[in-house]
């Protein structure tokens, strides 16, 4: 089954590559995606950066994939998430990606340091 979403995220593509483009981050997504709390070992399927981000789940049991694509947009990024999944419930699915943007799109906290 496929499941799509999308949103503009008040951040640039390369804030949101840097965030994406990491490897404990998509393994939890897709743990999202396939419906479990742990994180899946994945295989990268494309990469073009700060474009376009693939992924699929490397587990033999779950066919399961992400694919993240970024493209500039006033005054920030469109985002849009494909995922192909076995989830039963669509919803399930459309819900685990939607907590992926909302992830994307909160703002990073990062300790003050006084100089």
Do not use: C, N, Y
């Amino acid at each position: 089954m496929e499941s799509k979403t999308r949103r503009t995220l008040v951040k640039s593509a390369p804030e949101l590559w840097e965030l994406a483009d990491d490897l404990a981050r998509m393994e939890a997504w897709m743990g999202g995606l396939v419906g479990t709390t742990h994180p899946i070992a994945i295989e990268i399927t494309d990469r073009d950066p700060e474009r376009i981000l693939g992924w699929r789940s490397a587990d033999p049991g779950s066919h399961a994939r992400i694919a993240l694509e970024l493209a500039e947009s006033g005054f920030g990024t469109a985002v849009k998430i494909t995922a192909q999944h076995s989830r039963p419930d669509p919803g399930d699915a459309i819900a685990a990606l939607e907590g992926l943007l909302d992830e994307l799109g909160s703002p990073e906290r990062r300790p003050f340091v006084a100089g």
